[in-house]
């Protein structure tokens, strides 16, 4: 077996040194990191699990892997000797620290080995691949020591004399040779002389004592030996580019932007655009008029990797000077529901459909204004001839109360038109059945397509684009913050991005991480001093509230900080920066969707009297579509039960509407459960009084719709099982847990990034080898809800057998 293994590891190495052509001389550095990542992959023998997740119990993460030997830029502000030094040069990515949290990175100029946590990597340029680099060191790398310690290209200065106590000038130095001594001239010939190697570093000598030692101990900097530094940044391995250009400046008003001629350019654009769908016409000033202001707003739109996309300068309208039944009435437009988006992505997967994400630009000016509203003209682009004029708007400009309801109006009579027609479970989704089925999720101007015939979708796409600006951006990758991974297995829904420029928009890219997002403590409203600025609380827990999309492990943290923003405190603001930490140590996690039977099945729990304020319980749920994740929720009741029995009773009747509205959801997806929707509780007496009145004298009080739940249950359109404590995955909504109990009801609601590329490429969605689909597979065991122990794999038996007529479409 030694002998088998020691094959595997030189086929891996070899392999290696094709991909980044580096010399043999680093054959150590090869080996080393050939070792790390054969303790990392899949193994086939150890039932597609890695060695290193069967010695430490705990699935290795794989987003920090890179392409061997591409070009990377460290920061070297701790290598620098002063501040004028540059803080990063190209370097080439040869391994993984061993000693040093970190990657290694070596300086083809001065050969020397730099460890460093904060590096930006060129996954698309191999430096040793170039034929113009010719290394100017000849000397092999020493691995005695974990940084940088290899020896430039030039003589080795004698051994410097030991300081003595008064301090003297320094010998002069000896004169070093023009070449080194490695190198031999060669013969003449007729190509051309090869490029003269790079001037030599200066050597810098250890500044001597400045005054006489007090000790006789024989130091280091006597010796004139220094301990080179292993540099461990603070910060994550990703997220900021630092060798690279800052992002440009956002400018506030136009005379900012008029100075860039990239914004200009958007401004002109925006025009052309409003010009185009005759937005306006100029009208004289009445004083009887409301007239709105306007503004320019300016984005740099990015993608999912953080690069700039494009300008984008928009002209708003100033709505707030609009007066209700004057200018605007009616202002309510739907947007899709994050559980309808899930439930759509998790039908995609099953049914191996094409997902395309479309785009339509300047949506709002298609919209019709059936009021009359002015607006004075946009700044910077006032007409010459009539400087005093203003602008009679007809099309529904951005900024208008009404402009949202107008476009979706627009769009919806298009659609009718066209063949589809509306769900009554959530107004954004629509549906088209002729011979083909095809589901079109609208979110204000971005929309989602997907079908079971991509060339129907294809033609749906040109038709609309004869109505509105319409751009196929391609296969879903990036929707509303929302980085899509689509693999010919699964799919990966999370928010990385989002939570690093989280991260890094609050300052908090340096905090140590923490194992759960909170602490045992409950909050109150009289511990800690009050904020004196309130803002800043309330921004990070609203972004936080946009994070819990992708996150139902932060679900009933945010929940409880968001029951503070009216007076929030110190103690509170401790509690959202621990969520913070939390977000640190594990920004990668996300939603992973892959194929099963469509079996509803739903865990509901309550947490009796939690609320040391008001006394109130909590309610908290989660629904799975198959193995998927789809919907949850963390929710303090709207009143005081006095059992736990009411408590837990209201939470299984709120679980119960979420799954009856999944299922109207179902019947216009043209999906048919075969079995009813499976609900787990942990309260005997809350089932008994589901299934039937007893009780009476002690529920009484109890609200009479929550006796909804009876109906159905005497229908038999949904079972109510009893589920012991510890296998109620609901449990994580409700309260505050230990680290392991946590950790245990996370690993089977989310995972961490699947990508296991070697070439690592940020914005690839292509699907990843057969090793990484079975590791996705295995990865996702993990997130069953009925493979805990054998009492889960008892309630939950019947979902356990997956055949393919479980699930039915109907069109």
Request: charge should be positive; include cysteine.
């Amino acid at each position: 077996m030694a002998e088998r293994k020691h094959r595997h590891i030189i086929e891996l190495t070899r392999t290696l040194f094709a991909q980044s052509s580096l010399p043999f001389k680093f054959w150590v550095e090869v080996v080393q990191t050939s070792v790390f990542l054969i303790n990392r992959l899949p193994a086939s023998s150890l039932n597609f699990d890695s060695p290193f997740q069967k010695l430490f119990h705990n699935a290795p993460d794989y987003y920090f892997l890179k392409s061997y030997g591409c070009a990377c830029y460290p920061w070297l502000k701790p290598y620098s000797s002063h501040k004028f030094d540059s803080r990063s040069r190209r370097c080439v990515f040869i391994g993984y620290g061993t000693q040093h949290k970190g990657y290694r990175c070596l300086d083809p100029v001065s050969g020397k080995v730099y460890i460093s946590r904060h590096v930006t990597f060129d996954e698309n340029t191999f430096p040793f691949q170039e034929p113009s680099l010719q290394p100017p060191f000849h000397n092999p790398i020493s691995h005695s020591q974990p940084t940088s310690t290899s020896v430039p290209s030039i003589l080795p200065l004698p051994p410097l004399p030991l300081p003595t106590p008064i301090i003297t000038p320094s010998p002069p130095l000896p004169s070093l040779p023009t070449t080194p001594t490695v190198h031999t001239p060669s013969p003449p010939s007729s190509s051309p002389p090869p490029p003269p190697p790079p001037p030599p570093l200066p050597i810098r000598r250890p500044r001597p004592p400045a005054g006489p030692p007090t000790h006789n101990m024989q130091t280091r900097l006597k010796s004139g030996i220094s301990k080179p530094k292993a540099f461990i940044t603070k910060h994550p391995f990703v997220g900021v580019m630092l060798a690279s250009s800052p992002p440009p400046k956002i400018p506030n008003t136009f005379l900012q932007a008029s100075k860039d001629p990239n914004w200009v350019a958007a401004m002109k654009e925006e025009i052309h655009a409003l010009h185009k769908t005759s937005t306006w016409t100029l009208v004289p000033p009445h004083s009887s008029q409301n007239l709105v202001g306007s503004k320019w707003i300016f984005r740099i739109k990015q993608r999912a990797d953080g690069t700039v996309d494009r300008y984008k300068a928009r002209l708003v309208a100033q709505g707030f000077h609009q007066k209700a039944g004057l200018d605007y009435s009616e202002t309510f437009s739907p947007v899709a529901k994050p559980t309808t988006i899930r439930v759509l992505l998790s039908m995609a997967v099953q049914y191996d459909w094409p997902i395309s994400q479309l785009d339509v630009s300047n949506a709002f000016l298609h919209g019709h204004l059936q009021e009359t509203v002015y607006m004075a003209q946009p700044p910077g682009f006032v007409d010459p001839q009539r400087p005093d004029y203003v602008c009679q708007l007809h099309k529904s400009l951005y900024g208008l109360k009404q402009a949202p309801r107008a476009w979706y109006e627009e769009l919806h009579q298009c659609l009718l038109s066209l063949g589809f027609s509306s769900s009554t479970a959530d107004s954004s989704l629509f549906v088209k059945v002729d011979h083909h089925i095809t589901f079109l999720l609208v979110y204000v101007d971005d929309i989602i397509l997907t079908g079971n015939s991509p060339t129907f979708c294809q033609q749906l796409v040109e038709q609309l684009n004869t109505k509105f600006a319409m751009k196929n951006l391609g296969p879903l990758h990036y929707f509303l913050g929302l980085e899509v991974i689509r693999t010919s297995h699964s799919l990966f829904l999370h928010q990385s991005k989002y939570t690093y420029d989280l991260l890094a928009r609050h300052k908090m890219l340096d905090v140590k991480p923490t194992a759960t997002p909170e602490s045992s403590i409950k909050l109150d409203n009289h511990s800690g001093e009050p904020l004196s600025d309130p803002s800043a609380y309330r921004s990070m827990v609203g972004a936080l509230q946009y994070l819990t999309w992708t996150r139902p492990d932060i679900a009933h943290a945010v929940s409880q900080v968001c029951q503070h923003m009216h007076h929030p405190r110190s103690t509170h603001l401790v509690a959202v920066k621990r969520i913070f930490r939390y977000l640190k140590g594990t920004p990668n996690h996300g939603l992973t969707f892959t194929k099963g039977p469509f079996l509803l099945t739903t865990f509901s729990d309550a947490d009796w009297a939690g609320c040391p304020i008001d006394r109130r319980s909590t309610t908290g749920y989660c629904v799975f579509l198959g193995n998927n994740l789809i919907s949850w929720s963390a929710k303090k009741q709207s009143s005081v039960s006095r059992s736990s029995t009411e408590a837990e009773y209201r939470a299984l009747a709120l679980s119960v509407a979420e799954v009856l509205w999944l299922c109207y959801l179902f019947r216009d997806l043209r999906i048919s459960l075969r079995q009813p929707p499976s609900f787990y509780c942990d309260n005997v007496s809350s089932i008994a009084l589901a299934a039937n009145p007893v009780l009476h004298s002690r529920t009484k009080h109890v609200d009479i719709d929550y006796h909804f739940i009876r109906e159905p249950i005497a229908r038999r359109s949904i079972q109510v099982h009893h589920v012991s404590s510890s296998a109620n995955l609901a449990d994580i909504f409700t309260k505050s847990l230990s680290k392991q109990r946590f950790c245990s009801l996370t690993s089977k609601l989310i995972a961490p990034h699947p990508r296991i590329s070697l070439r690592g490429d940020n914005n690839s969605n292509s699907p990843p080898r057969d090793k990484a689909c079975s590791l996705s597979s295995k990865v996702q065991s993990h997130h069953l809800p009925y493979i805990e122990n054998e009492e889960d794999d008892k309630v939950l038996g019947a979902q356990d057998h997956t055949t393919k007529g479980q699930d039915v479409l109907h069109l």
